[in-house]
């Protein structure tokens, strides 16, 4: 069917819908009003269905016609949007992707000072826990969860990966006075709060006891919430709900500010970290480079605090 209908009819028909009047349509399409009643007649006569129902000079869309409105429009809205990289007149993009738990718990805030200095740049982040998405050529800027290598970005690092037990005062009571001094075995009854892993060398709850319980064998009770994404399972500590499993670099404000407390003092270094990377292939731009640097230098700044 789609072959019989020009584009042009839906454009009409959009206009049709949102001024609810053949005659301005035909205004703001530079054609006649009798045009824009010929392309819809047109289009109801292909779809079979009435689009509009006519009361002298007032319109109103039938339920079919309401339907078909709806995703013509969107349709129309994502085509445009297509286009904007062939623009010449949208000024620079820079497309950024990171992994959801970066996104949401450190790199959001950067990327909004970095967009007020510079308003005219627009910042295209794409959050993805998949790493061939993140390590697409299409991005500019990748951060990525590495031991350091890449074939086609060259990385450096922002933060290596340590993990600590972590939990809110009100979900502690009255053991935040001793949150430091809390064994593997009594953290592992506080109520745990875990995630899926979506990549092989992420950590979660059983690998962490694992490795530092001193007690083998150490019984781990199955989590009280476990969440699809780590930013989520962060959340819910903070609400209060348990313990989760923190990275301290991504959760270092919370920590600071107190709305986090560490429990014991068992950490865990992974080997990996969050590594931000450049293309090694292709040239950016020196507005690229300067938001590049200047999420190093964040991550430096962080790092002292």
């Known amino acids: ?84 990289p062939f623009r010449g007149d949208l000024g620079q993009v820079i497309a950024i992707a990171a992994s959801g738990s970066v996104s949401h718990l450190w790199l959001g805030e950067r990327l909004r000072a970095f967009g007020r200095d510079n308003p005219d740049i627009t910042l295209k982040l794409l959050t993805s826990d998949s790493p061939s998405e993140i390590a697409s050529d299409n991005n500019d800027i990748a951060i990525l969860y590495s031991n350091g290598e890449h074939p086609r970005w060259a990385l450096t690092a922002l933060f290596q990966e340590e993990l600590v037990p972590v939990a809110s005062a009100a979900c502690l009571g009255a053991l935040a006075v001793r949150a430091a001094d809390l064994q593997p075995e009594e953290i592992a009854t506080l109520g745990l709060i875990d995630y899926e892993r979506f990549n092989a060398h992420w950590i979660s709850f059983r690998q962490w ?28 500590a903070l609400a209060g709900d348990g313990v989760a499993l923190g990275s301290r670099a991504l959760i270092a404000e919370h920590i600071r500010s107190g709305r986090l407390i560490e429990l014991g003092r068992q950490s865990l270094a992974t080997g990996f970290g969050y590594y931000i990377g450049l293309p090694k292939y292709r040239t950016v731009s020196p507005a690229v480079h300067d938001l590049h640097e200047r999420l190093i230098h964040a991550s430096i700044k962080d790092r002292v605090q």
């Open 1 to 84: 069917m789609l072959e019989r209908i020009p584009l042009e009819a839906f454009r009409v028909y959009d206009a049709a819908c949102r001024h609810m009047n053949f005659s301005s349509a035909g205004r703001e399409l530079n054609i006649t009003q009798a045009a824009v009643s010929r392309r819809i007649k047109g289009l109801e006569e292909e779809l079979r269905a009435p689009l509009f129902t006519r009361r002298g000079k007032n319109l109103a869309l039938t339920p079919a016609g309401e339907r078909l409105a709806l995703r013509v429009r969107s349709t129309l809205e994502y085509l445009e949007e297509s286009l904007d």
């Open 209 to 236: 006891f694992a490795r530092v319980a001193a007690q083998p064998g150490l019984k781990i009770p199955p989590p009280r919430f476990s969440y699809s994404t780590y930013s989520m399972a962060i959340h819910a």
